[in-house]
């Protein structure tokens, strides 16, 4: 598996702080370690002190006369030597109320006339 490749997905944090040590990644089983570390590194410039994984089962779902299942993955918890910070301000533009609550009063009259 080449590099360019290996998908990879964040997965939400669970600690509300602006700076992370360690960040969740679901990825293809097949992704080995060092290759989950080059990948951060060379395209994100990332400074990886490790990386563990864990294989996961996809959850199977059963319906009426099928069984459907969702494919494995695998997690990768990746530790940064130094820490990542953001913003808890990913998405600063929000609509207040006020816009949202006339949007609805807009549309009920609409549906009246």
Known sequence: ??????????????TSSSDM????FKTAPSASKIEIKNL??????LDVQKVRT????????HSAATLFSK???KKAYVTLKKPLSF???LYPFRPTTNNVD???????????R
């Open 1 to 14: 598996m080449t590099i360019a490749n290996l998908p990879m997905v964040p997965l939400i944090p669970i």
């Open 40 to 45: 951060l590194q060379t395209f994100y410039g």
């Open 102 to 112: 006339e949007n609805k009063n807009k549309k009920v009259l609409a549906t009246h």
């Open 21 to 24: 040590k360690e960040i969740a």
């Open 54 to 61: 864990l294989n996961m089962k996809g959850k199977k779902k």
């Open 71 to 73: 494919p494995d993955y």
């Open 87 to 89: 913003s808890h301000h």
